[in-house]
């Protein structure tokens, strides 16, 4: 459940919507979803924007994904930057502290992509959009001390 408070997630069709429907891994391979390989993950999130919506009340989160494996998000007009990095085939990223991350599959329909964090029974996490570079200027606020 930890990974539910996270909110991380990712990506291919940029600008395109997505409704939330949370899954299990096995559903979303009988529906024809593709587990995305290490590569893949890194080139779907590196200097991007990710747009995701999670939980049963699809709310929405906005992370950057620097090429230097931090991951900043806005908060109280603040920025949090976490650290990201790939493992194999799945995407790790920083939880409570440097030495805490969780790690998720990533799945790939369409242009549709769907997180699955470890631990998790269902894929909460769909990318709603996906947008090369800091578009939302995140980087510009100051860092949370």
Not at 58 to 81: A, H, W
Not at 102 to 110: I, L, N, P, Q, R
Request: with cysteine; proline share 3%.
């Amino acid at each position: 459940m930890r990974f539910c408070l996270l909110l991380i997630c990712q990506f291919l069709a940029s600008g395109a919507a997505f409704a939330l429907d949370a899954s299990s891994e096995i559903t979303l391979r009988l529906d024809g979803f593709r587990t995305l390989r290490g590569a893949e993950i890194e080139r779907l999130v590196s200097g991007r924007t990710v747009t995701l919506m999670y939980g049963r009340d699809d709310r929405e989160v906005v992370y950057f994904y620097r090429f230097s494996g931090t991951r900043s998000s806005l908060s109280g007009g603040f920025r949090i930057d976490k650290q990201w990095y790939v493992d194999g085939d799945r995407l790790c990223e920083e939880y409570l502290g440097p030495n805490d991350f969780v790690c998720a599959a990533v799945y790939e329909k369409d242009g549709s992509v769907q997180f699955c964090p470890e631990g998790e029974n269902l894929c909460w996490y769909v990318v709603r959009k996906l947008e090369d570079g800091d578009v939302n200027r995140i980087l510009e606020h100051p860092p949370r001390l």
